[in-house]
């Protein structure tokens, strides 16, 4: 809500920190050339020290190239060293471009080399201090808004204000932390000060972000659908070019050099290339040609985006590779159903932002089939970060720390719950859902959810990890089981119904949820040898799978 989470990542204001602390140790001792090779060598090892993020790798390739550039007398440009360090990191892994990371990096530099500057003199009035905190923390947050809206469906409001005061906050305690860290190495006693030091900044540090995202209006949601994405990323593009109209073409001017001289074989025209004589770009394409130009591109990326965003989603099933436990996400028309989530709440948000499209912030109903860690405890974190339609459990729940927490995460979003149990249905949007189990069978050791789906002219069963007993009363109905797509009960483990199971429900594809080398023997051979001629697909094995309906056929494919 306070807009500073950037704090906590590693990126280029710690690289910035870092080659500012080097610079200034070496400088006036050594050369200059060998003040820039210290420097890249020093960013290097830190990069390699805290590990190669997105963000990380941006910071590193862009310090590198300006390190360099001043050890060979050839001082960069900052739009040039950032489209360098965009298309290398491209180039060399394609996949970093979908990272939010890695997006919201590049964003932040590109508004701080095109806006932070016409900012800061429209500010002119304001003390010099104040001026260029605020312009530089606009300039990098006005081309993040739309990604962190379109990621996490809220943005911040009081980001810029409580970025002012927090910046400047934050160097110290970096540098009073790693001191601390490193006499504390030798000598606790003589690094307590430090540490008492860096204590106080950061609890001055957080009573401010308390403070700021504890104000009215600390931060907006933002409307789910593909309109109202487009209609602020506009509105974004129209207060960029009233602010800085010149300078916030400056970096399509420096892409459009490129291109030319690429085409024409004359480097003369890029920044840093050109001789002094050589001619401006404006002598040969005029600037106003070029923002029109610019802004018919943003609007058709945005008419494009928008046109493969209003294109629904095909009918699937995705098994989910939450390691040991289960997560199945069904999709179809335009519905979304999770049924449990894993283990792992990390995890599971990071493989659902992966499966959902990046406006998808709604989840219809959350599933917990029953209250075990493996099946339930990833759920908990999508209350928070989705909004969530309705959430389903088994009509007589047990009362464990799960469920209470279950209970607790839906009751604070205001989600109702729904319990439900033999017999009942419900229907999501066109997916339809029917409770199998659990029945009033006092054998039954907890109330596990058996669900039967159907959608798209397929069906599904989800047994969970129903017990024995339960399993030998579905058999009693065995036309009710039938399915194309089967999940043997408790992760593949043994029961003696694996083959009527089997042989009742028919499937024509089976899902097999296990962790990689897992201590319980998941999926047991009797398991796989009930399985037959079945093809089976396991998410140790084969990553996320995903089960796609194409006109009645089954679509099978898998993450790796």
């Not at 729904?418 to 949007?429: D, L, N, Y």
Request: aromatic content about 4%; charged content about 15%; overall charge positive.
């Amino acid at each position: 809500h306070s807009g500073t989470a950037h704090l906590l990542a590693v990126s280029g204001f710690n690289m910035t920190l870092v080659a500012g602390a080097v610079a200034l140790g070496l400088r006036g001792r050594l050369p200059l050339r060998a003040v820039a090779l210290a420097t890249a060598a020093a960013l290097g090892g830190y990069a390699l020290l805290v590990g190669p993020s997105p963000s990380v790798l941006r910071a590193g390739v862009m310090a590198l190239v300006a390190s360099l550039g001043v050890a060979v007398g050839r001082p960069s440009f900052g739009a040039n060293a950032l489209c360098l360090c965009v298309a290398v990191l491209t180039a060399v892994d394609p996949g970093i471009a979908t990272a939010i990371g890695f997006q919201l990096s590049v964003a932040a530099t590109a508004g701080l080399i095109g806006l932070q500057a016409p900012l800061a003199q429209r500010l002119g009035r304001l003390p010099s201090v104040l001026r260029e905190g605020l312009a530089t923390t606009i300039a990098a947050s006005v081309p993040t808004v739309p990604i962190i809206a379109a990621a996490f469906g809220r943005i911040s409001l009081v980001s810029p204000l409580a970025n002012l005061i927090a910046v400047p906050l934050f160097a110290p305690l970096l540098a009073l932390g790693m001191a601390t860290a490193a006499i504390g190495a030798i000598s606790e006693d003589a690094a307590r000060p430090l540490g008492l030091a860096s204590y106080a900044v950061a609890t001055a540090l957080r009573r401010l972000v308390e403070l700021s995202a504890s104000l009215p209006g600390a931060s907006a949601e933002i409307s789910r659908g593909v309109l109202s994405g487009v209609a602020l990323t506009l509105s974004l593009v129209v207060i960029a070019a009233v602010l800085a109209s010149a300078r916030a073409a400056g970096i399509a001017v420096v892409i459009a050099r490129g291109g030319l001289a690429a085409i024409r074989r004359d480097w003369s025209a890029v920044p840093g290339l050109a001789p002094r004589y050589a001619r401006p770009l404006s002598s040969r394409l005029s600037r106003r040609a070029l923002r029109v130009a610019t802004a018919c591109a943003v609007v058709a990326i945005l008419v494009a985006g928008s046109l493969v965003a209003l294109r629904p989603p095909p009918s699937r099933l995705r098994a989910l590779d939450v390691g040991q436990g289960d997560a199945f996400l069904l999709e179809h028309a335009g519905a979304v159903v999770l049924i449990d989530g894993g283990p792992d709440p990390g995890r599971l948000l990071a493989l659902l932002g992966g499966s959902l499209a990046p406006w998808q912030r709604r989840i219809d109903a959350l599933v917990m089939t029953h209250a075990h860690i493996d099946h339930g405890a990833g759920l908990l974190a999508v209350f928070d970060r989705y909004d969530v339609g309705i959430a389903i459990e088994p009509r007589g729940l047990e009362d464990v720390a799960l469920s209470r927490l279950w209970a607790e995460r839906a009751a604070r979003a205001g989600v109702p719950r729904h319990a439900i149990g033999a017999g009942e249905q419900v229907r999501i949007g066109a997916i339809e859902l029917t409770a199998l189990s659990p029945n009033e069978d006092p054998r039954v050791e907890y109330r596990n959810l058996v669900l039967h789906a159907r959608y798209a002219g397929v069906a599904a069963l989800f047994p969970g990890d129903a017990t024995d007993s339960a399993l030998a009363d579905l058999l009693l109905d065995p036309a009710a089981l039938r399915s194309d797509v089967y999940i043997p009960p408790h992760h593949g483990a043994h029961t003696p119904h694996a083959a009527a199971l089997i042989a009742a429900v028919r499937p024509k594809v089976a899902l097999l949820s296990v962790g990689a080398s897992n201590r319980y023997g998941h999926p047991t051979p009797a398991t796989l040898a009930a399985l037959g001629d079945v093809p089976t697909y396991r998410t140790d094995r084969r990553g996320t799978v995903e089960v796609q309906v194409d006109g009645g056929r089954l679509l099978v494919r898998t993450g790796r």
